[in-house]
């Protein structure tokens, strides 16, 4: 069973529970807005991404620009950081399994599907 870290409020986050659902594939639904990560729920989604923390931040998102962009902070502070501002973290994330992947593009989601 595919798990889907999901964000109600995202149009590509809806699209992809749609494909999912339109294509039969079995997946259980995290809306990590309601419950947000831990901070060890991250670093062990940070490992099945295969990236660090930089590749989990939504950089363009208003909340970033605002109050982050050029300013530096460590792994573990953008960890705690993620952890009290989940909507900066990418999404969709599917993850099977040892590994995760952001879900997009869509192709790229049929992929991980299949595999």
Not at 12 to 35: G, Q
Not at 49 to 54: A, G, I, P, S, Y
Not at 63 to 86: C, H, M, R, V
Request: glycine share 4%; aromatic share 6%; hydrophobic share 40%.
């Amino acid at each position: 069973m595919i798990k889907v870290l999901h964000n109600n409020t995202c149009s590509k986050s809806r699209a992809i529970l749609e494909h999912l659902d339109e294509n039969n594939v079995p997946f259980e639904i995290i809306d990590f807005m309601e419950t947000p990560l831990t901070e060890m729920e991250l670093t062990t989604l940070l490992k099945k991404l295969n990236t660090d923390v930089q590749g989990l931040i939504r950089k363009n998102d208003r909340l970033y620009q605002e109050k982050f962009a050029g300013k530096e902070y460590s792994d573990e502070e953008w960890i705690k950081i993620l952890t009290e501002n989940p909507s900066l973290i990418q999404r969709p994330i599917l993850i099977k399994g040892p590994v995760a992947m952001v879900g997009r593009p869509i192709e790229n989601v049929r992929f991980f599907i299949e595999k």
